[in-house]
């Protein structure tokens, strides 16, 4: 079992940029696939980014490509999500997922099995 924790959310004027982190415990990281989901009040939860197990593939979300990157640490456990060029629009609370595939399909909730309590990132204009 896999227990998630998100961290480095915040109040961001526009323009600025976070990265969020997610720190892994409980199981063995390498074994998983992480992604980065975000939600807003009254709206289902969005897929932004996944990637592999060796961090070497990544796959973003099409509102996502030009300004978030996901990379992981295996040595740290952690799974990262750097969000450059901040927009109101990213206003939202950002969960990491775990799953035990790396498919460029897994863009649901329900392809991924361990989640993080999330982190509200709040961009003010």
């Known amino acids: 079992q896999v227990q998630l924790e998100e961290s480095g959310g915040g109040l961001v004027q526009a323009g600025g940029s976070l990265r969020l982190s997610c720190a892994a415990s409980?199981?063995?990281?390498?074994?998983?696939?992480l992604a980065w989901f975000r939600q807003v009040p009254g709206s289902v939860r969005d897929f932004v980014a996944s990637?592999?197990?060796?961090?070497?593939?990544?796959h973003y979300a099409p509102s996502a490509r030009d300004r978030f990157t996901i990379s992981r640490d295996n040595a740290k456990n952690t799974v990262y999500l750097q969000i450059d060029s901040l927009k109101p629009d990213d206003t939202a609370v950002y969960y990491c997922?775990?799953?035990?595939?790396?498919?460029?399909?897994?863009?649901?909730?329900?392809?991924?099995?361990?989640w993080g309590q999330g982190t509200q990132v709040t961009v003010s204009s």
């Open positions: 409980g199981g063995t990281f390498e074994k998983y696939a």
């Open positions: 990637v592999s197990m060796s961090g070497i593939n990544t």
């Open positions: 997922a775990a799953g035990t595939i790396f498919s460029s399909r897994w863009v649901e909730t329900r392809d991924y099995d361990y």
